[in-house]
């Protein structure tokens, strides 16, 4: 019973990686932006180089179109 734990383990992992792999490269080639649009990608960044990761913040961040400035109110 415990072989069957461990194979479940060693097999499902890997599995588990890949469709949730596929899964998010399937929702960036449809347009789906989100927060995290890297997906793994993003993830293993911010970890493994986390001055890459902060450059993509900030150049996505200087990028972004400001909110437009709410219209003066009208004088009487």
């Given at each position: 019973?415990?072989?069957?734990?461990?194979?479940?383990?060693?097999?499902?992992?890997?599995?588990l990686m890949g469709a949730l792999w596929y899964w998010i490269a399937r929702e960036n080639k449809r347009g789906v932006r989100r927060a995290a649009a890297g997906g793994l990608l993003g993830i293993a960044d911010e970890v493994f180089r986390p001055a890459t990761h902060q450059?993509?913040?900030?150049?996505?961040?200087?990028?972004?179109?400001?909110?437009?400035a709410p219209a003066p109110k009208p004088k009487r």
């Open positions: 019973m415990d072989i069957l734990a461990v194979l479940a383990a060693v097999l499902g992992a890997p599995a450059a993509h913040q900030v150049r996505k961040i200087e990028h972004e179109l400001p909110a437009p």
